[in-house]
């Protein structure tokens, strides 16, 4: 990395590069010597330098301003070149504009700044904020969401640019246990494990809109959603092992106010005790589904994470995902700093209220940015790609003409990019006439990968782990600063 980027540009360029390289499994050595290097990070107008080395080397321009700023960068068009996106704010694009400046020798100048545009959607500085909250017109103005990139993982595409050519000489650290190409990970928030009826009319009446279900929830018989034990069954008899997110404080009433729908239930009650002594015998996980003002004070968001460990017992290794995805609308990154300082191992929360697909353009665990520290936020996420509602009651809206195709797509991301398939399934989805459809998913879901010997299937903790462990390795094996 040139000397001449420094300060606030230098510290964000090495978390875009560490992110990028952990996730693609190589190591680095920083050098000061342009000649020694095999990618050459230098200022966006830095004149063109004399190669004398023997190696191919790559030159990798980049912009600070969009480092320092990155909301400034404000693109309104994608194009793609060299078989990858670029985010462009120029009137006049083409497609499949050349990526690379060829020479002298075997020099190569990348024309793009993938460094920065990596950078600028891993802190969502493409999101737009509300105190309010997100809406589907916010979150449809997205330019993910308007160019259909939801389920383009486009920092792996940009990881195969950069380090690519490098596979020959050196291979990458494998991504996933056994030998697996992909990894998938299977999850259930529990937000009705017994069917509330004035929720339930309330949910149809104010988030779905929807008076004719409200009035059949009104006057309905209650539907069964104890329904644990056929879960642990359909997965279990697979070979397969997911996690459950349980509410640690029952709701209050007054939070509809506020237009967020709490759950009701009390993890203190027996049956939720006998609940999570069956879950952990049998392998499954059981983390925290944050309540919707988790993330208004640290304090009571701590509070429920050590409610929910002391009830489930099993340690404090925790992983968590927020109700209804809900992070400070305004400033959902001071949410996910937040998930570091109460201790969180993992959080699994970024994605989009209304849309399936990758919010951040990674389908990869990575560490978020903490810019008001200019550092990684040690609690990992993993990106999560699929909900069940947004198969069936969004599925228009999401652009979906047949769930399980749907479905099957992401497997074929997975594999194509050696992902992790983050899926979340509600409990109470499993109903069979209720969620007859949503339920017959799931099951599809579970035997297309019980078929399939490429996939690693795993808890959310035991991927965590794993890739905190790999990322570990990876970092002993690299030399920071010369
Ligand atoms: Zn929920």
Known sequence: MEPALGGIARLRLWYVLKTLLVGYGYGWQAVANQDACDLCIVPWDCPPVSITGQRPMVMLPVLESTLIDPERFQPQRILRSGGVVVFTTGERVTDDEPLWVHGPGDLRTLRFD???MAFWLLTGSHETHSPRGNTIRVERDNILVREGLLMTPILEEYSEVLFGTFKDQAPPWPRWKNKARYAVTLTHDVDFPSFIRWI???KFLLVQRDPLKMWRDLFAKAPDYWLFNDVIAEEGDRGLRSAFYFASVPGKWANLAKGTLDTFYDIADQKFLSLFEQLRSQGFEIGLHANCQAHTSEQQFSRELQTLIQYRGGGSDCGNRHHCWLLDPANPNETLAMHARIGLVYDTSLMFHYFNGLRRGTVLPFHPFDASRNEAIQTLQLPPVCMDDYLFTYRILNN??????????????????????????????????????????????????????????????????????????????SFDEY
């Open 400 to 477: 979906i003409h047949d769930p399980l195709t749907h479905l099957g797509d992401w497997l074929a991301i997975g594999q194509r990019f050696g992902g992790l398939l983050m899926v979340d399934y509600h409990s109470h989805f499993f109903h069979p006439v209720r969620f007859r459809r949503e339920r017959a998913s799931y099951l599809y879901f579970l035997n297309r990968l019980q078929e399939d010997d490429m996939v690693w299937v795993a808890t959310p903790m035991e991927i965590a782990k794993h890739w905190l462990e790999r990322e570990k390795g990876i970092a002993k094996e």
């Open 114 to 116: 993938l460094l920065a």
């Open 200 to 202: 339930a009319a309330a």
